[in-house]
């Protein structure tokens, strides 16, 4: 077990490299001039902008530019970005607490969703619900993110005014920035927990409740899909059948014989859920206006503000290779077959 | 390897039937069997038409027939009227036109995102696949390089450096899409690079080339074009959010996504009335979901007739 964890971290940096690589590449298409001038930030710099090219090596052949770069990445200096009018690191972990509030929420409502609606599916098979769910992933794979968010936010904001866009209501807001206020973690729900205060959690989590209700839906359409098809395989083997011959209630075999096993292709393409995770994240995060790393990088990307769309790509690239080993390490976890071979 | 065990099962039941059913009418038979799939091929049927008849649907007054006309400056939407079916959204832009002209928009970013990546998929995975070893071992991990990726970020990355425009965004997702094609076409090669037809003709003495060209693509490009139509719906969705999101489309130019991204401002509508705007984001949200949806159910008919191997993961 240690032994595959061990090979597969080892591969870690090699996809850091490529995936930096592919980064780098694509800044070529800009001149070393428009590359030095995202180093400053201040107009009174601009002469200086010979200068910067000699220290950041842009008149260097490409290999020595690619190695001054990473060498300055890996020291965390990714330059000043200009829309969130701060160093491009200081930025990201501003604004990385938000996102993954929002992930981890939708993440957990995905899983128990998908799962429970995938078995149940498969074990009544072409029956109301397994209709229903199956209409419902055609559709959530056919309706785009940001419509049924639009919608969602036509209904519960503009008709009822339940649930507002942004993070946090004004005076919510004011409060969190007064000094009464510890951040504990930065996930806003919790901290207004860990600070005992009800009415703050109360507005965090109206706020949350239509982006996490948009990425659920979404999502959990694939996870139905995936969770359904391994389950519909598992049901037809042999040990089920001979789990039922043996008397076993319905409900032991489904739940601890067969969607044990069922769930281990599921956690392979778990990996795909992630990638819709992030991916989706960035839409949603524009359509409620929530400001965590997705708008930003959006935002940023829209006024050349290149500095940030590298930490946005570098740190969205960096989460899914992580996403992805964990995916691996689980499943080495749950499968033993795969540690051996 | 499984169709051949198939075949001296299936032959005697063909023969008993009274006339000999060709492949087409097979096809065809079990493609009708399936509503969802009718359905499907309605919707992409009619979505073709409307693009090609655009300029008689919405006559153009611009000289871009793509840029969507508007009667003045107003910035609020209007609702349905004789002179716009549809009404108008920000600033005035007609939304039928653009609904109109959006099927064509949609059809040339799809198809020219399908090109491009198949193209690359048969000069890179081709190459590949015929020949292995180092050739093969470097293409296969560039494309992991660009899987390592989620999609949406490296278009929204390149389009950023690029710079915004149709042509960039196309460029865009075609980069993120060729990865997938050529490791498709790569698998399909090493299958058939053993086969007894391509021993022969390299028995016969074909150079590489035209072992590759005339025997090994034609049997080698149909899983391709099975991903290619579920791909469609794909394609168009994240040309549709690129446009949302400032990245695709310029303001005015008829395109779904980008019609959607201007209704954002009059989501809440009025103080009395919070459906006053409806129809800027139904009428494009429509458009997408149709047009979207009839490729799904399209490339699912398609994958379940030509790839039967693919059915159980439905």
Sequence with gaps: MTAFVVRRLLLLPLVGLGVSGLIFLLLQFLTPAMRASLYIHDPKQLNALPDLIRKYHLDQPVYVQYWAWLVQVAHGDLGWSETAREPVADAIRGYFPATLELALYAFGFILVLGVWLGTQSAVHKDHVLDQVSRFTSISGASLPTFVWGLLLLMIFYGHFGWFPPGRLSLNADLYVRSGAFHPYTGLMTVDALLNGRLWLFWDAAKHLILPVATLTYYLTAVLVRITRSSMLETLRTDYVRTARAKGLAERVVVDKHARRNALIPVITLGSLLFVGLLSGVVITETVFNYPGIGQWGVEASQQLDIPAVTGFALIFAGLLVIGNLCADVMYAIVDPRIRLS | ?314
């Design chain 2, 1 to 314: 390897m499984s169709a051949v065990h198939a075949r001296p099962a299936a032959l005697p039941a063909a023969r008993r039937a009274k006339a000999v059913e060709t492949g087409w009418q097979r096809t065809l038979r079990r493609f009708r069997s399936n509503p969802l799939s009718v359905l499907g091929a309605g919707l992409v049927a009619f979505f073709v038409v409307m693009a090609l008849l655009a300029p008689f649907l919405a006559h153009p007054t611009e000289r871009n027939p793509y840029m969507i006309p508007h009667s003045g400056y107003a910035s609020d939407p209007r609702p349905p009227s004789p002179g716009h079916p549809f009404g108008t959204t920000e600033e005035q832009f007609d939304l039928f036109y653009g609904v109109v002209w959006g099927a064509r928009t949609a059809f040339m970013v799809a198809l020219s995102v399908v090109a491009t990546a198949v193209a690359i998929a048969l000069a890179l995975g081709s190459v590949s696949g015929f020949y292995g070893g180092r050739a093969d071992e470097i293409v296969m991990r560039v494309t992991d390089v660009f899987l390592a990726f989620p999609g949406l970020i490296l278009t929204v990355v390149i389009v950023a450096v690029l710079g915004q425009s149709v042509r960039n965004a196309v460029i865009a997702i075609a980069v993120v899409e060729w990865p997938t094609y050529t490791r498709l076409l790569r698998g399909e090669f090493l299958r058939v690079r053993d086969m007894e037809y391509v021993q022969a003709a390299r028995a016969l003495g074909s150079g590489d080339l035209r072992v590759i060209a005339r025997h090994m693509i034609p049997n080698a490009v149909y899983p391709l074009l099975i991903l290619a139509s579920l791909n469609m719906g794909g394609i168009v969705i994240t040309f549709a959010a690129l446009s949302f999101l400032g990245l695709g489309a310029p303001p005015g130019y008829a395109d779904w996504g980008q019609l959607v991204s201007l209704s954002h401002n009059w989501i809440a509508g009025t103080a009395g009335d919070p459906f006053t705007y409806w129809y800027t984001l139904i009428v494009p949200g429509t458009a997408i979901f149709l047009f979207v949806l009839g490729w799904n159910l399209l490339g699912d008919a398609f994958r379940d007739i030509f790839d039967p191997r693919l059915q159980g993961s439905r």
